[in-house]
């Protein structure tokens, strides 16, 4: 099984419609987590951090389900320029490396 | 978040040459890291850099091939040696724990697209 495994997509859905990604992850005593935005051809940007309680910024929700071992991100109202890759990211904690998510394609539709 | 630079961005080499890529961050950190992310795919860690002492590196990953410095806080480099067509991909450098950062909340450089011919 994958450390951190994400359905790649592609998502295709049109403007104004909600989205949401699932990832999984396998390490049960992860204690980071965060989604990262990548548009073709630049480097990852981070999105949000994802807490045990859940957050949210504007259209864009992020729930942790820890019994599940799942993250997932919700994005409403979607706008053309949402179209982009969206990686999952898990992570120890403290100053150690993280995993990354192979990521999940959204393109939004006019 | 930090500002982090990348030298150069693109270029393009000729089988068995080396190229080496410079990252340099505005502020101290902790951890510095370079990633590979070959098209259509997701990154994947090549070493982590420490600070005054020889790079952490992933499995498939060895110092011959990649060899990385980190001479301070600041700054680290990362090269790709006797290079083949196979190593043709972005290669990223990021960086974890600036002031105000959380855990394993890392920022990335723009990368650096290296074609091999």
């Known amino acids: 099984r994958k450390e951190v495994e994400q359905d790649p997509g592609p998502f295709n859905v049109p403007e104004g419609a909600t989205v949401a990604f699932n990832c999984t992850y396998s390490?049960?005593?992860?204690?980071?987590f965060f989604w990262y935005r990548q548009d073709c051809r630049k480097e990852p940007k981070l999105l949000m951090s994802v807490y045990s309680s859940g957050n949210e910024d504007g259209r864009f929700t992020a729930q942790l389900n820890r019994a599940s071992q799942y993250i997932s991100l919700l994005i409403r109202d979607s706008k053309l320029s949402d179209s982009a890759t969206y990686l999952c990211v898990v992570g120890p904690g403290g100053y150690q490396k993280v995993t990354f998510g192979i990521g999940t394609k959204l393109q939004v539709i006019p | 978040s930090a500002v982090i630079s990348q030298k150069p961005s693109r270029d393009i080499c000729q089988r068995g040459t080396s190229l080496t890529i410079q990252c340099q961050v505005d502020s101290q950190v902790t951890m510095m890291f370079w990633y590979r992310q070959q098209p259509g795919q997701s990154l994947t860690l090549i070493a982590t850099a420490n600070q005054g002492s020889e790079a952490t590196y992933e499995s498939g990953f060895v110092i011959d091939k990649f060899p990385i410095s980190r001479p301070n806080l600041t700054f680290s480099t990362l090269t790709v040696s006797n290079m083949s067509p196979e190593d043709s991909s972005i290669y990223l450098c990021s960086v974890d724990g600036t002031s105000g950062s959380s855990y394993n909340e890392q920022f990335f450089g723009p990368g650096t697209r290296l074609t091999v011919l």
């Open positions: 390490n049960s005593a992860s204690q980071s």
